[in-house]
């Protein structure tokens, strides 16, 4: 199949399971074309089957911004038109499937019903339940799923929310994020890894987002506050967004910066999860936590909240734990027991590696192949 793929290039998990699946789906022989504002930024270097298109909006002293949406609608339709896409896949409903939505509008007169492309929308998450929620966005995201051909969420509670809130005619698919269980595993040279990074012996926590008020930096902060308090500890906190100024000020004024290591945005994040003993992740509301999928297969136990999809692929006392949102001190004081005790540890991390094994690429890109070829075959029919 020819598919073009538009996501979001920044650093966030839409953007990461969209180029996974494109690199993946490259490598079983579908020719794939990016088509993003920027390079997604786990594109790595040129393979076969890859290409990437880059969408240059205009710049116009009248507009106060340019509109990238449009550009991207114009480059969508050029790239279908001129490379014959079956499929384009826009990951988050805004503006992606829009953008394709138009593009396909624009080539109504350039290619009968039957050879346009067929347009798959994943759902990823803040798209429904923070953007789209929104009264200024609400209509338009409720368009882009009616209007696509296909559409898909990465949990059934995201596609309970996009149900309950956008009461969609489209009937919504789940198909869950994944890993390559290949790349995250945990590396063995972990001695090596702790020296290059300064680190000692301690017990080293984790977390990894873009910072925002969802995740709830502050909750990360304060429990591990009392972890540290308790046993001899580092965090390295991975990512960056509008919330980290707050944070370090607040590690400042609790004495405990020398604890706590803001690393800023880190593309390869296998050894920094290969020397980590735990994930803290206490979200108020994620969709999926491909975070702490990775995490869960490069053997790190993880903290997370019983909100959103966590409980779907993480088992209370198996994986981690799970506490309700703004419990605090439950989550420090769970994330002790798993951390003090080398047999729980070992148990939950050996756990983890299991489990992140079940959501292992092959079968879920096999999955979204399978939608393709539904999508494809209904076309067909019309
Ligand atoms: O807000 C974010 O965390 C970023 C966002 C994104 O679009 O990159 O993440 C969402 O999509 C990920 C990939 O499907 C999910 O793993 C995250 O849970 C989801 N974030 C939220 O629902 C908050």
């Known amino acids: 199949m020819k598919i073009g793929i538009s996501c979001h290039h920044t650093y966030g998990g839409s953007g990461a399971v969209a180029t996974e699946l494109?690199?993946?789906?490259a490598a079983r022989g579908h020719v794939i074309h990016f088509i993003n504002r920027s390079a997604p930024f786990r594109l790595g270097a040129y393979s076969k089957n890859i290409f990437y298109h880059e969408v240059e909006a205009m710049h116009y002293p009248l507009f106060e911004c340019p509109f990238h949406s449009l550009a991207l609608a114009t480059k969508i339709a050029e790239v279908a038109m001129y490379e014959k896409l079956d499929i384009v896949h826009a990951h988050?409903?805004?503006p992606h499937a829009l953008s394709a939505i138009l593009a396909r509008q624009m080539l109504e007169d350039k290619c009968s019903e039957s050879r346009c492309f067929r347009l798959a929308t994943t759902l990823h998450g803040t798209d429904i339940t923070v953007v789209?929620?929104?009264?200024?966005m609400q209509g338009i995201v409720r368009l882009a799923i009616n209007k696509s051909d296909g559409v898909t969420a990465v949990s059934e509670y995201l596609k309970r929310e996009t149900v309950r809130l956008f009461e969609p005619r489209k009937e919504i698919g789940v198909i869950p994020n994944f890993v390559d269980t290949g790349v995250f595993a945990r590396m063995p040279d972990g001695a090596a890894i702790r020296e290059q990074l300064g680190l000692g012996d301690e017990k080293i926590c984790i977390?990894?987002?873009n910072f925002r008020p969802v995740k709830r930096i502050g909750d990360v902060l304060r429990a591990f506050r009392t972890i540290a308090g308790r046993?001899?500890?580092?965090?390295?906190?991975?990512g960056d967004g509008p919330e980290r100024s707050e944070a370090e000020e607040w590690v400042r004024k609790q004495g405990i910066a020398d604890r706590v290591r803001f690393l800023g945005k880190i593309d390869d994040i296998v050894p920094l999860l290969s020397v980590s003993d735990l994930m803290l992740m206490p979200s108020s509301g994620e969709s999926f936590g491909l975070a702490a999928l990775e995490a869960m297969a490069c053997g790190v136990p993880v903290i997370v909240t019983t909100a959103g999809g966590f409980p779907e692929f993480i088992r209370d006392g198996e994986h981690g734990f799970l506490v309700e949102t703004g419990d605090v001190e439950r989550m420090s004081e769970k994330g002790l027991?798993?951390?003090?005790d080398v047999g729980v540890w070992k148990e939950f991390s050996e756990n983890c590696v299991r489990q992140a094994r079940n959501y292992h690429i092959s079968g879920l890109v096999e999955r979204y192949e399978a939608f393709y070829l539904r999508l494809l075959g209904e076309r067909g029919r019309r």
């Not at 789209?132 to 200024?136: E, I, N, V, Y």
């Not at 027991?337 to 003090?340: D, E, I, P, T």
Request: glycine letters at 8%; zero cysteines; hydrophobic letters at 55%.
């Open 22 to 25: 494109g690199k993946a789906l």
């Open 92 to 94: 988050y409903a805004i």
């Open 132 to 136: 789209g929620a929104d009264s200024s």
């Open 207 to 209: 977390h990894i987002s």
């Open 231 to 238: 046993l001899s500890a580092t965090l390295l906190l991975v």
């Open 337 to 340: 027991s798993v951390l003090a």
